[in-house]
């Protein structure tokens, strides 16, 4: 029995082969914490417990993609209990992975250590699907960006896929002294009662090993889009929604429940923290601009 506590969320995993740092996911390490009796868990993933689809009622198919990086088919139902998130490995269609968290429980049982080989790849993948809602069950959303801290506060550059995001915090932390790399795929993001925006690190952060168990106050949030000139812009409300939502988990964008929460946590979000639009060239003077904009420099 192993827990990890992700941006406040403590995640305990529950099952033989418990210890994800020794089954090969360094990244979950920095997260790692002794289960403690004065703090219950948030969310407990059993998952070595076999299983198959066919137990599961499935209502509707809310979501199904193309995992290319496992060769793999994946889909994100609603049964009657919960969600069901099922893997289907192209060479093994025959075992497919699968979680299933149960609907507002702290519960998530799934088959993914019951396979002789663990794909780590699958396993991480899917805990960050179950764990989503389980941050959005906590008021928290994981949100695909590269984040930046800079004076003491995080900056999150979001982006369509290679519109530049890691490029653009790697030109920070060239040309931009103190600058430096909290997460680069997806932390988490909450806005806290009575208080600020925060971004927190995680485990998953794409191809950049960056796994920091650190938070930070968000100072902005800047949406990218390559250009022929370097170029920034505050948004209103409406565009700031519009900047942010299609970076929150796409696989959860059919599900009316998770979809309601996630606006709801982007308007306390924006409410709060300035949305920016760059318009950028991938150098150091869009860095620069989009540096001295938001710290007023």
């Known amino acids: 029995m192993n827990d990890y506590v992700i941006a406040d969320l403590r995640i305990r995993i529950e099952a033989t082969n418990s210890d994800l740092v020794s089954l090969g996911l360094k990244g979950f390490k920095p997260f790692e914490r002794e289960p403690d009796a004065n703090h219950a ?4 993933m059993t998952l070595d417990r076999s299983c198959s689809t066919e137990e599961f009622h499935i209502n509707s198919v809310l979501s199904t993609f193309d995992f290319a990086e496992a060769e793999a088919d994946c889909t994100l139902s609603a049964t009657d209990t919960g969600h069901l998130f ?27 250590l019951c396979h002789a080989e663990v794909d780590l790849s699958l396993l991480r993948f899917g805990i960050w699907i179950m764990a989503g809602i389980a941050f959005i069950e906590n008021d928290a959303i994981a949100i ?58 995680s485990p998953w952060s794409g191809k950049t090993p960056c796994y920091k168990d650190e938070h930070y106050p968000i100072r902005a949030i800047c949406r990218l889009s390559q250009a022929p000139h370097n170029r920034i812009r505050r948004l209103s409300a ?31 979000v924006i409410s709060s923290v300035p949305i920016y639009r760059l318009e950028c060239l991938p150098d150091a003077d869009a860095a620069r601009l989009s540096c001295r904009t938001i710290f007023a420099e």
């Open 41 to 44: 868990p948030d969310c407990i």
């Open 86 to 112: 099922c893997i289907v490995r192209r060479a093994q269609p025959d075992a497919p992975i699968i979680f299933h968290k149960e609907l507002a429980s702290k519960h998530v049982t799934g088959n993914a």
């Open 144 to 201: 695909h960006s590269s984040t930046i801290v800079y004076r003491g506060g995080a900056v999150l550059f979001l982006g369509e896929s290679g519109t530049g995001k890691s490029t653009h915090t790697r030109l920070w932390r060239e040309h931009i002294e103190g600058a430096r790399l909290l997460n680069d795929d997806s932390p988490v993001i909450r806005h806290i009662d009575g208080g600020s925006a925060v971004a927190y690190g």
């Open 238 to 268: 409406i565009e700031a929604i519009g900047a942010l939502l299609p970076s929150c988990p796409p696989a959860f964008a059919h599900d009316t429940a998770l979809q309601d929460a996630i606006c709801a946590i982007i308007g306390r």
